[in-house]
């Protein structure tokens, strides 16, 4: 079970493992599929990636990884703009993200024909995790309705234990509800909803 203390505060440990979402200039202001204030994140997921460093813990970070031509672009009927092409600038990590040299990269949606979601789907991240013997899940980044979102309902599947870095991650709001929702959703799922300063060593 999570070390919980009665504030609240949940203690990283032996068997957990940070997971950051799609954090890539394309979804940043500035970028072609930006999420609002998805910039915010930044600050609060280096505190986390702080914590998992001095413990010397498993940090990884997914990615979407497209092809020009892309099936989820509007050009090929998608519903996006063109965003994250392999090797763009778009592509690429936050620059402004402390991740360590050692971090695990997770890339998705690089075949032209298949859109995914989830740092699970069609990756070995749920492979490397149960290899590094992690249980517990700390997950943030974006967008909190859509990646972030199937990855969390996916780990639930999976049997992690997740929580979710609720100032961590921001959601796209297609629609005006869409955030709340998926907050909810991933609940209802088992995930809890923590903040970064929630965290303790």
Known sequence: MADVTEH???????????IIIDLQNDFL???NLPVPQGDQVIEPLNRAIFHFKEK??????SRDWHPAGHISFEAQGGPWPPHCVQNSKGASLAS???LPCQAGIVSKGSSPD????????????????KNLRVTRLMVGGLAQDICVRQTVLDARRLGYEVYLLE???????????????S???MEEAGARLIETGQLIM
Request: glycine share 10%; proline share 5%; charged share 30%.
């Open 8 to 18: 609240h505060e949940v203690r990283v440990q032996e068997g957990d493992s940070l």
């Open 29 to 31: 202001p500035g970028g």
């Open 56 to 61: 010397d813990l498993p940090i990884f970070a």
């Open 96 to 98: 402004e993200l402390d």
């Open 114 to 129: 298949t859109d995914q979601y989830s740092a699970f789907d069609g990756t070995d991240l749920d492979f490397q995790l």
């Open 167 to 181: 100032d961590g991650t921001r959601p796209v709001n297609q629609e005006s509800e869409d955030g709340e929702q």
């Open 183 to 185: 907050l909810a959703e």
